[in-house]
């Protein structure tokens, strides 16, 4: 199993971001996916989890109506629509699988300063 972030960067508050997920090495289009995101200095936490044919979704209250968690099974891409970014939305952003164990990418940071 392989995941990799990409698309983080540095934005202004009230700016937008889109943040990608590439997954390989296992049957994409059949698992729940999720977003987690750590802030400095605080435990991870989850962000957003979409069903496996993309028709459920689900957010943290901190990013609901902000935030579009939305996948492409047949890129075997998931991603994360960032818009009206606060200062608290900084943090180390990670896809995540639980299937047989729990996978996680390497992250990707998002830094939202003025």
């Known amino acids: 199993v392989q995941i990799e972030e990409s698309g983080g960067a540095l934005v202004q508050p009230g700016g937008s971001l889109r943040l990608s997920c590439a997954a390989s090495?296992?049957?994409?289009?059949?698992?729940?996916m999720n977003w987690f995101r750590r802030a400095p200095g605080r435990e991870r936490e989850w962000v957003a989890n979409?069903?496996?044919?993309?028709?459920?979704?689900v957010y943290a209250d901190s990013v609901k109506g902000r935030f579009i968690i939305s996948r492409d099974n047949a890129k075997n891409m998931m991603y994360l629509q960032m818009n009206n970014l606060k200062l608290e939305d900084t943090g180390v952003y990670y896809c995540?699988?639980?299937?047989?164990?729990?996978?996680w990418g390497q992250g990707t940071q998002v830094t939202v300063s003025s």
């Open positions: 995540q699988v639980a299937k047989d164990s729990v996978y």
């Open positions: 090495g296992f049957t994409f289009s059949v698992e729940e």
């Open positions: 979409i069903y496996f044919s993309g028709r459920y979704v």
